[in-house]
């Protein structure tokens, strides 16, 4: 779809569509001329879920929410903000969770060979499809194990630094989805958080 097309059937504007496709809610499949070319399915989706009520929440805020639900510490927010925190986790659905939680990083599309992709594959948090290498990972959610796409989380500036050196392109239908982190997370081990690799999926 256009972005005229995408905000007809949201009913918002087109700078309403742009930013949703800058925070990852809708997904770009690519560019004809200078026209933006919108994946239907991800527009379709938003329009199932309608208008949300609230804010998203700040990137801190959704790497909290997803450490909870995943059984780890959180050091970054203050123990009232932890509270109020908690208590809103209890009281809201799978699917408003996952639209609170979009603003934990912006996503990244790249292309590049295989051997850079094992490559890149051993300097970013694994996630989504590119977590299911991992066989205790892929049973967990019940999946078979192997993927042939690279998803895992960067800080940000980590890929612009080193796009060159690792063989990648920006490209909007590639099949390496880098999402940028503006914060340091302390992940153990370099392994992301089961819940946000469960929002990934």
């Known amino acids: 779809m256009t972005t005229r097309q995408a905000a007809e059937v949201l009913q918002v504007t087109t700078e309403a569509v742009r930013k949703m496709l800058k925070t990852g809610r809708l997904e770009q499949t690519g560019m004809v001329g200078r026209m933006l070319l919108i994946d239907a399915d991800s527009v379709h989706r938003v329009h199932r879920e309608g208008k949300r009520a609230g804010r998203l929440w700040t990137d801190q805020t959704a790497w909290a929410a997803l450490f909870l639900l995943s059984d780890q510490k959180v050091t970054w927010l203050s123990s009232s903000?932890?509270?109020?925190?908690?208590?809103?986790?209890?009281?809201?659905?799978?699917?408003?969770?996952?639209?609170?939680?979009?603003?934990?990083?912006?996503?990244?599309?790249?292309?590049?060979?295989?051997?850079?992709?094992?490559?890149?594959?051993?300097?970013?948090?694994?996630?989504?499809?590119?977590?299911?290498?991992?066989?205790g990972i892929a049973s967990s959610f019940g999946l078979a194990a192997g993927s042939t796409a690279l998803e895992g989380y960067a800080k940000a500036g980590f890929i612009d630094k080193n796009a060159r050196k690792l063989g990648l392109r920006e490209d909007a239908t590639g099949d390496i989805l880098i999402r940028e982190i503006r914060f340091t997370l302390p992940l153990e081990d370099g392994k992301v958080p089961i819940a946000a690799i469960a929002v990934d999926l």
């Open 81 to 135: 903000e932890l509270w109020r925190l908690r208590k809103r986790l209890a009281s809201i659905t799978a699917e408003e969770f996952q639209q609170l939680v979009l603003n934990r990083a912006t996503p990244r599309r790249f292309r590049g060979s295989t051997s850079s992709k094992a490559q890149l594959a051993k300097t970013i948090g694994l996630t989504g499809g590119g977590s299911l290498k991992d066989q």
